[in-house]
């Protein structure tokens, strides 16, 4: 499955054009290599995003092209969760 479709069918982004945007940008990274929005992502896969001043790590744990609200945070599941310091 491309990474922009995780993104939103798992609700990490709420919208794909938002989660393409965000992976162009340079700010994904899938298994520690820097993803772009057609990067496919596969059970296992670790990935991280960095959103402002957090950075969170996550681990795939499930692929589905639809599924309901209260069950899209089974697709994932948080290994880390971090604050990152800026300097201006």
Do not use: W
């Amino acid at each position: 499955m491309r990474l922009d479709k995780y993104l939103k069918v798992s609700r990490i982004i709420k919208r794909r054009t938002l989660a393409k945007e965000v992976s162009d940008d340079g700010r994904v990274e899938v298994n520690e290599q820097v993803a772009k929005a057609g990067t496919v992502v596969k059970v296992g896969d670790k990935i991280k995003i960095r959103f402002g001043t957090r950075t969170v790590t996550y681990e795939v744990t499930d692929l589905r092209e639809h599924i309901r609200k209260d069950e899209a945070s089974l697709m994932y599941k948080i290994l880390e969760e971090e604050k990152v310091e800026r300097d201006f």
